[in-house]
């Protein structure tokens, strides 16, 4: 267990409103990451970090920012939520690139209403 | 760019017997594989990886996969199912580049039925 914890788990927010996911590790990790979970197209990747103040766009990006600050918490916003973005949101976290594989928060059930 | 097709979204099979989960990946480059599964409500867990040498991986739980290149799959077997293995299988790829992104296919909802 890879010690991630994911806040809020739950939330409901209305269209329009900022909304800012935490996830904080305890594994020194270096490489944090954020998923979405939608039914029929799997786990897609958000954005990613590489490092403190490191990140870089995944598949799906738009309307989401990210930052890191310090190695153990990586921050999800989204600036005005919309509806299309009622989600489950998962955080992983890599200790090295390459070999290793991701380990899973427990995730955060988004819906925009 | 990496993708991955689960050929099947909802696999349904009696406790005891043996289950056969595909994956099927395309990539231009050398990828590394994963299966991970998903309890309800849960986050993802790593079943098993495929790096490199042996075709033939096992993993927790008694779960198993073989490395097929030539017909781009990864399958992931097991002989003989329990009710507790009911949950959602995700195929993954990554590229062997980079912060290692993994691409995941939509998922297999494998249901044991007593």
């Known amino acids: 267990d890879a010690g991630i914890t994911q806040s809020p788990r739950h939330k409901v927010t209305e269209t329009g409103t900022p909304v800012t996911l935490r996830c904080h590790q305890t594994?020194?990790?270096?490489?944090m990451y954020w998923y979405r979970q939608d039914p029929g197209h799997g786990l897609r990747l958000i954005h990613y970090s590489y490092g403190v103040k490191d990140t870089d766009k995944g598949e799906v990006s738009d309307g989401y920012s990210v930052s890191r600050s310090k190695t153990e918490d990586f921050l999800l916003t989204l600036e005005s939520a919309t509806s299309s973005q009622t989600s489950v949101y998962f955080c992983?976290?890599?200790?090295?690139?390459?070999?290793?594989?991701?380990?899973f928060g427990p995730g955060t059930r988004l819906t925009v209403t | 760019a990496q993708s991955v097709t689960q050929l099947d979204s909802q696999v349904p099979v009696f406790e005891e017997a043996p289950v056969e989960l595909r994956c099927n990946y395309s990539s231009s480059v050398s990828v590394y594989l994963f299966w991970y599964v998903q309890y309800p409500n849960q986050g993802l867990q790593l079943l098993l990886k495929?790096?490199?040498?042996?075709?033939l991986v096992k993993g927790i739980n008694g779960f198993e996969a073989e490395f097929n290149k030539s017909q781009t799959s990864f399958h992931l077997r097991k002989p003989s199912v329990h009710i507790s293995d009911t949950a959602e299988y995700f195929c993954a790829v990554s590229d062997r580049t980079g912060a290692n992104n993994l691409f995941f296919g939509t998922g297999t909802r494998l249901t044991v039925i007593p």
């Open positions: 992983a976290t890599g200790p090295r690139q390459g070999l290793e594989e991701q380990y």
């Open positions: 495929y790096l490199s040498g042996s075709t």
């Open positions: 594994e020194n990790h270096r490489y």
